[in-house]
């Protein structure tokens, strides 16, 4: 029988229940299919805030784009009637909408929004699912490993109690009944060792993809630190938006309220890491102290976090990383692109992938 029309025949005596071994148990993946199943869901969250970040980087293009050429375009004047009768306007030359705005501002706000974002925090997302999709991929070669060695326990089950009765036979069937045992245990011996190879296969595969599930699940902690950093970026977007009206409000970027970073303020004076910070909008100010000191606190948890999921791993755990995904690397060329404020995303993204990107 071939490998492929086994797992057909046992997928549906396990799915139908169409065997008639009643005292056959099938093998268990429950841990990998739990853990897959919240993984999945979580997933499902991920590709949504994915969405929706890629949703406001377009918005907030499409906004400064269309700010910029309204404050280009002319007020509309006051025309008195001329004595020719012609419609003569009060005031010669046009005056702008925004004649004092920079609106070159507003389009470099825009750029910076866009790269930031994605660096930041659309990669890492991006990277967590192509190491999710690659586990995909692996949990369906383990169910099929699954479904191989159970037809394949079968098989040798049968074949012992067809054993059993020709043995227990061996005096009323004489000289043919030697020959049709042996000729059963020959066959159950090379049916055997067939199970062994299925089992050694399974068993490497299932300690494989528990191991890059276990990093993987490790790693979804972090999303509430992108969904902050996401959000102060945006927020940072709209303040530098706003310095294009009013050049005293010019805003210098944070690192998104990571460790060693800076925190923004309404006011554009920035102050490195504990320091008092300043400016008129209290609400702006609150929320600037708030998400570096979140930031910091996060940050840290995280990597003691990545320590503690590198001690708790079992056993020959590295090696299902490694396997997990060829692409899950941390690029420093990218992640410096990005880096504004003092450390920005090479230095959060150095930080984070030194405890997971290695794993995979």
Do not use: C
């Amino acid at each position: 029988m071939s490998t492929g029309w086994r797992v057909v025949t046992e997928t549906v005596k396990q799915k139908w229940g169409l065997s008639m071994e009643r005292n056959f148990r099938a093998t268990s993946n429950a841990r990998n299919e739990a853990m897959f199943r919240e993984a999945s869901t979580f997933a499902a969250h991920l590709r949504q805030v994915e969405k929706d970040l890629t949703s406001w980087e377009r918005d907030i293009d499409s906004t400064f784009t269309n700010l910029r050429a309204i404050m280009l375009s002319p007020l509309p004047r006051v025309y008195e009637e001329g004595h020719s009768g012609a419609a003569v306007p009060s005031e010669p030359e046009a005056t702008l909408i925004g004649g004092d705005v920079q609106v070159e501002r507003l389009t470099a706000a825009a750029q910076e929004t866009k790269k930031r974002l994605e660096i930041e925090v659309l990669q890492p997302i991006k990277q967590w699912m192509v190491a999710y999709r690659t586990i995909l991929e692996r949990m369906r070669r383990l169910e099929a490993l699954r479904l191989e060695l159970d037809s394949r326990r079968r098989t040798v089950t049968e074949l012992q109690a067809k054993s059993e009765r020709v043995r227990a036979n061996l005096g009323a069937m004489r000289g043919r009944g030697e020959i049709e045992l042996e000729m059963t245990l020959r066959k159950m011996q090379h049916k055997e060792d067939k199970m062994q190879r299925a089992l050694s296969q399974y068993q490497e595969m299932e300690q494989t993809v528990y191991n890059s599930l276990f990093t993987l699940i490790k790693d979804t902690s972090v999303l509430r630190d992108y969904a902050a950093a996401a959000i102060l970026i945006v927020q940072e977007s709209l303040q530098a938006g706003y310095a294009a009206f009013e050049p005293s409000m010019a805003l210098q970027y944070s690192s998104s309220a990571l460790p060693g970073g800076y925190a923004p303020t309404a006011s554009g004076v920035q102050h490195h890491g504990a320091e008092a910070i300043e400016g008129p909008a209290a609400s702006m100010d609150k929320f600037g102290d708030q998400a570096a000191s979140m930031g910091r606190l996060k940050s840290s948890a995280a990597g003691v976090g990545g320590v503690k999921a590198s001690k708790a791993a079992p056993g020959g755990a590295d090696k299902g990383y490694d396997q997990a995904g060829a692409g899950y690397e941390f690029s420093a060329e990218v992640a410096g692109a990005g880096d504004v404020g003092g450390g920005g995303a090479a230095s959060y993204g150095q930080r984070y992938w030194s405890t997971t990107a290695a794993a995979y």
